[in-house]
Structures are given as structure tokens and as C-alpha cells.
């Protein structure tokens, strides 16, 4: 990491007042064509999400925990949507790279809490299916409404105190060479990187709150293995299939939220030349995938979403 002391009275460095962000690396002539794709990646994510928020808060058979939970997960998918959109759609549409230190800082505090909320939800799902599993005659005492919202608050405020000090630290950084991030939107350890100041609390912190990452991934993963160990208790076939089909959808979700975030952290690791054109990618499906995929997962595994989504169909048709 670059963090030569600075001096307090050190006039002679110009601090930068912009940064500049980066589209696909090489292809900016082609950015146009790359921005009709995400357009409608953005369009349907937020259309998917929203309609799973509309059929959970409308129709009764939906107030269950596990439809809670999956409302959670629509509310941070939106989130990370809605706080990456207007530098995505600025850079592929208008070739428009630079963003104001303070904007940065707000975009990555927005894509951090909704990352850090989507995983804690992911976490609870997980809990969630494997108390459904283990004991399903238990499991409405177990999770009551009054739970359900008491453990949503109190992940939604872990998940925000965890990523709060995140702009405070960047903001007193001091930025006078580097001015290039290397992806599509602000990112705290890509920011921090182009720091002339002392970083290394940054650099602890941000190490922490990877670790905490990768912590909820182990609880999730022992999660599942408890989820089998029931599963392979069950004496008949098709009751073991019955059951693991009930984890399809969040497994699903699970996957596609943490292959990307796993890839970018192994790829320096183990690939020592990797192209940025192929980091910039990974990162841009880290953002524009789980929100495009999960209410599509959710609306043809659950088959209560999916006969709710076709009765209003029909209902409009008629």
C-alpha cells in the first residue's frame, strides 16, 4: 500500500477534487453498447425486486418468516441497485468517468451497508431453512413475527455500524497524485489505495470488515452442513429430495452473491498478470447480478411467488 507520511504544513501537493472511474478498460469507444445491456439489467432487477416487496406486502399467504426474510433481501438487492445506477449509467452512456470525493464517499458508504445487509440476510435465511428443516413443528413458536422483526433490526444496524466509519476514515485521507479507481464505482480499499496520507488504519479496518465477510460465509457454509446432516437422516428419497428443494432458491442466492466476492479476492492471489478488463467485469456482476437473479430464482423455485405473480397477470387480462 502507498502511505508515505505527510507532513501537516506540506503545501506543495495539490489536493485532487476529482476522481475518475473506470468503464471497461480499452473499450470506451464501445460503452454505448455495453449501457443497453446494463440499462436493462437495472430495469428488471428494480422491477423484479419491487414486484417481490408488492406480492409479500399484499397478499396474507406471504406473511411467513421466510417471505420476510426473502422482503430483506429485495430491500438490500434494491439498495446495491440504486446506490451503483448513476455512475454506471454516467459512465456507459455519457463517457462521463469523474465523481467528486465526497459523492465517492457516500456511493461506496451506500454499496458497502448494502452488501454488508445482503450477506447478514443470507445468513438469516440460512438459520431460517435449517430450523424449518431440523425442527419444522417448532419452527412458527420458534420464529414469530416479533422475532422476525427484532432479528431484521438488528442485522440492518450491525450491517450499518460495521460499514460507518468507512467514509469518516477516507475522509481524512489526503489525495494529491493518484487520481484513477479502477472500477465503475467507488469502492472503499480502491479509494484508499490512491491516498499520499498515512492509510494504515484503513487498511486494518477494511481488513476486519473482510474477515467479518468471510465469517458469516463459514457460518452460512456450517449452516448447510447441518442443513445435510438432517437431510441425510431421512430415511426415504424422495422426503430428502422434497426437503433440499426447499434450499434450492437461497443456495442459488448464496452462490451468486459470493462467487464474484470470492473471485475478486483470489484472483491477485493466484493469477498474478490478471487483465483489470477482467476485474472491472467481476466486479460489475458482483453489483448488477444478484439484484437482476434473485427474484428470478425466488419467482420460479417458490411456487407461492410464482402462482401470485400469474394470478395478477391474469387478473390484469381479464
Not at 82 to 97: D, E, G, K, Q
Not at 270 to 281: E, L, W
Request: hydrophobic share 50%; with cysteine; glycine share 4%.
Amino acid at each position: 500500500y502507498h502511505s508515505p507520511v505527510m507532513s501537516g504544513f506540506n503545501t506543495s501537493e495539490v489536493e485532487i477534487s476529482t476522481f475518475f472511474l473506470v468503464g471497461i478498460p480499452g473499450m470506451e469507444h464501445a460503452h454505448i453498447w455495453f449501457a443497453i445491456p446494463i440499462c436493462l439489467m437495472y430495469l428488471i432487477a428494480i422491477l423484479g425486486n419491487c414486484t417481490i416487496l408488492y406480492l409479500i406486502k399484499t397478499e396474507t399467504s406471504l406473511h411467513e418468516p421466510m417471505y420476510y426474510f426473502l422482503s430483506m433481501l429485495a430491500i438490500s438487492d434494491l439498495g446495491l441497485s440504486i446506490s451503483s445506477l448513476p455512475t454506471m449509467l454516467r459512465i456507459f452512456l455519457f463517457n462521463a468517468t469523474g465523481i467528486s470525493p465526497d459523492a465517492c464517499f457516500a456511493q461506496e458508504f451506500f454499496i458497502h451497508v448494502f452488501s454488508a445487509m445482503e450477506s447478514s440476510v443470507l445468513l438469516i435465511m440460512s438459520a431460517d431453512r435449517f430450523i424449518a428443516i431440523y425442527n419444522p413443528l417448532k419452527y412458527t413458536s420458534i420464529l414469530t413475527n416479533v422475532r422476525v422483526i427484532k432479528i431484521s433490526l438488528i442485522f440492518a444496524s450491525l450491517s450499518i455500524s460495521l460499514v460507518l466509519p468507512f467514509p469518516f476514515i477516507l475522509k481524512r485521507l489526503r489525495f494529491c497524485k493518484k487520481n484513477l479507481l479502477s472500477h465503475s464505482y467507488c469502492l472503499h480499499q480502491d479509494v484508499m489505495k490512491l491516498a499520499c496520507s498515512d492509510n494504515r488504519v484503513n487498511v486494518i479496518y477494511g481488513l476486519f470488515v473482510a474477515q467479518t465477510a468471510m465469517l458469516v460465509l463459514v457460518c452460512i457454509s456450517v449452516s448447510y452442513m447441518l442443513i445435510l446432516k438432517v437431510v441425510l437422516g431421512i430415511a426415504s428419497h424422495k422426503g430428502r429430495l422434497k426437503v433440499l428443494n426447499t434450499c434450492i432458491s437461497h443456495i442459488c442466492a448464496v452462490l451468486i452473491f459470493y462467487v464474484p466476492i470470492v473471485t475478486l479476492a483470489a484472483l491477485p492471489r493466484f493469477a498474478k498478470r490478471v487483465s483489470p478488463v477482467i476485474t472491472v467485469i467481476i466486479a460489475d456482476i458482483f453489483l448488477l447480478v444478484p439484484p437482476l437473479m434473485n427474484p428470478i430464482v425466488y419467482s420460479v423455485k417458490s411456487q407461492q411467488i410464482r402462482n401470485r405473480i400469474l394470478v395478477k397477470l391474469w387478473d390484469k387480462q381479464g
